[in-house]
């Protein structure tokens, strides 16, 4: 969604916009079992950042009015479990 490089599933970080009491909030979901459409970015901050700063998760996750709430925690821990 950021940067625009395709990869396999696997190589990429999966995120949910999960419903939350007052709207929709981002979650990782690294199993891919969470219902609901799969976002996928590249295992970087620095994507997840992009994303984030372009509003893709929001759009990619087609939300009408429907807030989404972002913890910018989830795009740090990107790099620290970033597959080898």
């Known amino acids: ?4 490089r ?12 999960a419903p939350v009491a007052d709207g929709r ?3 990782r979901d690294d199993d891919g079992r969470l219902p609901g459409r799969g976002l996928y970015v590249c295992r970087s901050t620095a994507c997840f950042d992009r994303a984030v700063a372009r509003r893709a998760f929001r759009r990619a996750a087609r939300l ?21």
């Open 25 to 27: 909030a981002l979650v």
């Open 6 to 17: 395709r990869a396999p599933k696997a190589e990429l970080a999966r995120f949910v916009a």
């Open 1 to 4: 969604m950021a940067c625009g």
């Open 64 to 84: 009408a009015d429907e807030p989404l709430a972002i913890d910018p925690a989830l795009g740090d821990a990107l790099d620290e479990n970033e597959q080898v």
